[in-house]
């Protein structure tokens, strides 16, 4: 560990532009690239703020600083270009949430990162659209919140009710989204608007522990608790009006609804399994990383290979999850107005994972090379005429879900050319917290943070209360501030602009 005054680690950081930061080479041992992370004025301090506190004598234990832990991912073996930051970046397990880095397939040195990737796998967001405006919502959004409620299970050990045997599970866990389709869960289109069409390939069941399996078998169709959340929203801006009617919005008070979910505990136990093996070949293979957290394996080793193919399991585990509470929202709009989820065009606008690592090919030196990219924290984002982005969007980018924190907006941007040269098309996934769950639960009271939402009009149902400190919009960044940073520096850009009007969280 390097133990540096604060203006002596300011040596190493040079702004390139208003958006833009680099870390130079040194900032942290044995660094194979640079490092950046995008910030506006407002996230600027934030992030040297967190520096300087970590560089006062005495101060032990928490998670490094997000800028350090971008300079320790720059030193893993095999990394390609940069090790990028995005603006909601924070702190996290080994890599920081809101970090994205690409390695090298062909590079025998190269490596895969549990920590890169999250404990919850496949964590992600879906949007879907309504023919109904706010004026149909707003006098039975009460109802319909708690209609969203009784559907959809919520909270830590939430059970699902979609009925699952330990033989679908298997199943669900291979063919992702196929198996909703084939169970009738979902309709065939859905598919079409989904990041790898809700199916990873490689998914491998007999990768996956027994243990992780138990924890997923009851979960599949759930919530559960933390930031994840379904909320019915409004449109309250439009900005590229063009690039939204492809996308089925056509006007301002459109009703939308969001959900947020992930691959439970299914996905940590994954996780949790894998950094257990990959301890033991870092040994073998005598991998050295600046930090214990974060534990990888050769891409192309057995450890390295039986977690991405454990990993995609979890992957069509949470796309299996959206899909089942995709159905059950269907249902509880179709009973509330009384028609059929078609006749309410309940279309799935997009569904991204913002918790993934993926063999992609992108140009490096001019090169076209093939990398694995991880993303933690953070959202593909392609441009427009990219072969894996469904036809409906080749000409207006891929759709990126941005999802604001309890009670603020919530965004949808597009993939831009210049995403895909600089961040290897990724950009940022939501607001990115600014306070830790714990210093939220000892700061803030959850009646205020209740009666706040009361205040703003939106009907709230929540299973645990007492972890609503956690999730309240003072924890977290501002995600405009996010939005607008990622608009600016030129990764993504802004298409629409939502605002909740009830939120069901775990």
């Not at 600027?44 to 101060?59: D, F, Q, T, V, Y």
């Not at 397939?105 to 992600?124: R, Y």
């Not at 522990?209 to 994840?228: C, D, E, V, W």
């Not at 984002?381 to 000409?395: G, T």
Request: with cysteine; proline share 4%; charged share 25%.
């Amino acid at each position: 560990m390097v133990v540096r005054s604060y203006d002596e680690e300011l040596k190493y950081l040079e702004k390139i532009n208003d958006h833009c930061w680099r870390i130079k080479k040194g900032f942290q041992p044995n660094m194979n690239v640079e490092g950046c992370f995008y910030v506006n004025s407002r996230l600027e301090k934030l992030m040297l703020e967190e520096l300087k506190n970590s560089c006062r004598p005495g101060a032990v234990g928490g998670f490094l600083p997000g800028v350090k832990q971008i300079a320790n991912v720059a030193a893993l073996p095999g990394i390609v270009g940069r090790s990028i930051g995005l603006p909601d970046i924070h702190s996290g397990y080994g890599f920081a949430i809101g970090n994205m880095a690409a390695f090298d397939i062909d590079d025998p040195l190269s490596v895969v990162s549990p920590g890169g990737v999250g404990f919850d796998i496949n964590c992600g967001v879906r949007l879907l659209r309504t023919n109904l405006y706010e004026k149909d919502v707003q006098p039975v959004k009460e109802q319909l919140a708690q209609s969203l409620f009784d559907h959809i299970p919520v909270g830590v050990g939430s059970k699902g009710i979609i009925p699952m045997t330990a033989h679908d599970l298997e199943e669900a866990l291979e063919m992702g989204m196929d198996w909703s389709l084939r169970e009738g869960y979902v309709w065939a289109e859905d598919k079409e608007h989904c990041e790898e069409y809700g199916r990873m390939l490689n998914a491998d069941p007999a990768k996956v522990s027994m243990r992780a399996k138990k924890r997923g078998l009851p979960q599949l169709g759930t919530l559960g608790a933390g930031n994840h959340y379904a909320e019915i929203q409004v449109v309250d801006e439009i900005y590229d009006k063009w690039s939204a009617s492809k996308m089925g919005i056509e006007e301002k008070g459109q009703v939308v609804v969001m959900i947020h979910s992930g691959s439970r505990g299914f996905g940590h136990q994954v996780a949790t399994d894998a950094l257990v093996q990959m301890e033991k070949a870092m040994k073998r293979d005598k991998i050295e990383t600046n930090d214990r957290q974060l534990a990888c394996a050769r891409i192309n080793s057995v450890e390295g290979q039986d977690y991405l193919k454990a990993m995609a399991a979890a992957a069509n585990f949470a796309w299996v999850n959206r899909s089942s509470m995709t159905f059950l929202t269907r249902q509880a709009f179709a009973k509330m107005f009384n028609t059929t989820p078609d006749d309410l065009d309940m279309h799935v606008i997009y569904d991204v994972s913002h918790n993934i690592a993926k063999v992609e090919n992108h140009m490096v030196d001019g090169k076209e090379r093939k990398l694995l990219v991880h993303r933690k924290g953070s959202t593909r984002a392609f441009p427009p005429h990219h072969p894996l982005i469904p036809v409906d969007y080749q000409l207006t980018g891929q759709p990126v879900l941005v999802g604001g924190t309890m009670g603020t907006c919530s965004y949808v941007l597009t993939g831009t050319e210049r995403g895909m040269q600089e961040t290897f098309g990724s950009t940022c996934h939501g607001a990115g917290r600014a306070l830790s769950r714990a210093k939220s639960r000892r700061n803030l009271d959850y009646k205020e943070v209740l009666d706040k939402l009361d205040q703003l009009g939106i009907a709230i149902r929540v299973a645990s209360p007492k972890l609503v400190m956690e999730e309240a919009p003072e924890a977290y960044k501002d995600v405009t501030d996010v939005v607008d940073t990622c608009h600016a520096a030129g990764i993504s850009k802004k298409c629409i602009k939502m605002r909740p009007i009830a939120v069901i969280k775990g």
